[in-house]
């Protein structure tokens, strides 16, 4: 897989250690985040609060970062600032508060995250509408606690090649403005790729793409 992704950074004239690949963890048994540990990588990627504290309570040892990829409920912020190392999918203003209000009683005066943007108006797709997404990037950053590191993305499940660099595009394009507009703000990760259209989001600008299939096989 590495070689795969360094490959795709050199052809889009970029250093490979430009991009990092976060295991997605999340369906695969505990026994697996050993393995991952083993290949080299220092952080997962997981969409559930209990099935994260689950893993980390179980598997002490590992020296490995929990990030937050999957819709987080507001319910379950206080739990999810206890177990995870990073939100990558902070889908809404309203969510952000609530990381916000959350995280100082947990002590977590740093919390670092990503804002979810959903680029493709598709409607089951989470995120801050992009068209709102500089406006509410700023409205996060000057929230308490919190610590802007960059933009998540999803792309549409059947896009075609020409929809993914166009959607990938707008976010990246959207993280520049970001950094343009919001005085003091210096998020520069994007993470945007999955199994099926990572090489096309590294050609984008991604940062970090996040891999399950590709990397771990099938979940059972
Ligand atoms: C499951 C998941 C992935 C990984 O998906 P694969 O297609 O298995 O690579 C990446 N990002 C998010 C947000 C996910 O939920």
Redesign the pocket.
């Known amino acids: 897989m590495r070689d795969r992704v360094a490959t795709a950074a050199r052809t889009a004239g970029r250093d490979p250690e430009s991009v990092s690949i976060l295991p ?1 963890t ?1 369906g695969f048994p505990s026994a697996r985040l050993g393995d991952v540990v083993a290949a080299g990588f220092t952080a997962v ?1 997981e ?1 559930r609060v209990s099935e994260a504290q689950a893993k980390r309570e179980g598997l002490p040892h590992l020296d490995l970062a929990y990030h937050m ?2 819709h987080l409920q507001r319910n379950k912020a206080a739990a999810a600032v206890r177990v995870f190392d990073r939100i990558d ?1 902070v889908d809404s203003v309203r969510l952000a508060d609530r990381l916000a209000a959350v995280a100082g009683p947990a002590g977590r005066t740093a919390l670092p995250v990503l804002v979810q943007v959903n680029a493709s108006g598709e409607a089951s797709k989470g995120g801050l509408p992009i068209e709102q997404a500089v406006a509410g990037v700023e409205r996060i950053c000057a929230m308490a606690n919190l610590r802007v590191r960059g933009l998540m993305t ?1 792309a549409p499940i059947d896009a075609d090649e020409h929809m993914l660099h166009e959607v990938f595009g707008r976010v990246r394009r959207c993280l520049e403005e970001c950094r343009n507009q919001i005085a003091g703000f210096e998020g520069i990760e994007l993470s945007m790729g ?3 259209d990572f090489e096309i989001a590294i050609a984008e600008g991604a940062t970090q793409i ?5 990397l771990l096989g099938e979940r059972k």
């Open positions: 997605v999340k990627g969409n990829i999957g999918s999803m999955m199994s099926g996040r891999l399950g299939t590709v």
